[in-house]
């Protein structure tokens, strides 16, 4: 079963920040918290991971609470074409166990 | 550098036949793992291969099958297929520790319909 619990779905508005949530209280300490998204037909897509820290790269930020229970993916400046399903996942490196995601809908 | 690629990307089969999927991972990559996705269950995890022995696997009955070659590159099999084996197959591959560096990168997938 998947470790993680999102909204099903969000709406964000066309230029401004989407902020995805995710709770993973039952993450262990060798876990790391990653973010991936499915455009509608495609291969899921990597955003970003982390550990502990805060990260962030070209595409995304990402927050993880002190406790590393919950966490959040911030688009900074989200577009039509960040339509997607958000998944958050917890879990060793090499495999991932998907839960439902987040269906973000940017809308102009 | 290439993707990954899995061939072939639509097939249709009848109940009972078996299926074998390809998936050619990005080179210098030697870990590969296979999921499933319906729109029932979602994106499931099926199995991982690495060095051409099977690490980790998924919740699945044992008509589902795979291997990796020397090459790195990996074959699924689905023996007597039944209607709700109709699905979107994807294989990611990645690299490995120490030189992992978290991401798993998926191909396009193979679309499976089993009439």
């Known amino acids: 079963d998947a470790k993680t619990t999102q909204p099903p779905s969000m709406d964000c508005a066309e230029g401004r920040a989407a902020n995805l949530p995710c709770n993973h209280s039952?993450?262990?300490?060798?876990?790391?918290v990653y973010w991936y998204r499915q455009i509608h037909s495609q291969g899921p897509q990597y955003i970003i991971h982390g550990l502990k820290n805060n990260e962030t790269n070209e595409m995304a930020s990402l927050i993880i609470t002190e406790d590393r229970k919950s966490s959040t993916l911030i688009l900074p400046h989200a577009t039509l074409r960040d339509t997607a399903v958000y998944y958050c996942i917890v879990s060793p490196l090499r495999w991932l166990t998907f839960g439902g995601g987040t269906r973000l809908m940017v809308k102009p | 550098k290439a993707g990954v690629t899995q061939t072939p990307r639509y097939l249709i089969k009848t109940r009972g036949q078996q299926v074998t999927l390809s998936c050619s991972p990005i080179?210098?990559?030697?870990?590969v793992s296979w999921y499933q996705q319906t729109p029932g269950q979602g994106l499931q995890f099926l199995f991982e291969y690495f060095s051409e022995t099977q690490r980790n696997k998924g919740n699945f009955p044992g008509r589902f099958s795979g291997r990796q070659f020397s090459n790195s590159r990996s074959e699924m099999n689905v023996s007597t297929l039944e209607l709700g084996d109709s699905a979107l197959y994807l294989c990611?591959?990645?690299?490995?520790?120490?030189?992992?560096?978290?991401?798993?990168?998926f191909g396009e997938g193979s679309r499976l319909t089993v009439l």
């Open positions: 039952t993450i262990s300490g060798n876990e790391y």
């Open positions: 080179s210098g990559h030697r870990s």
């Open positions: 990611a591959s990645s690299l490995v520790w120490p030189d992992n560096t978290g991401e798993l990168f």
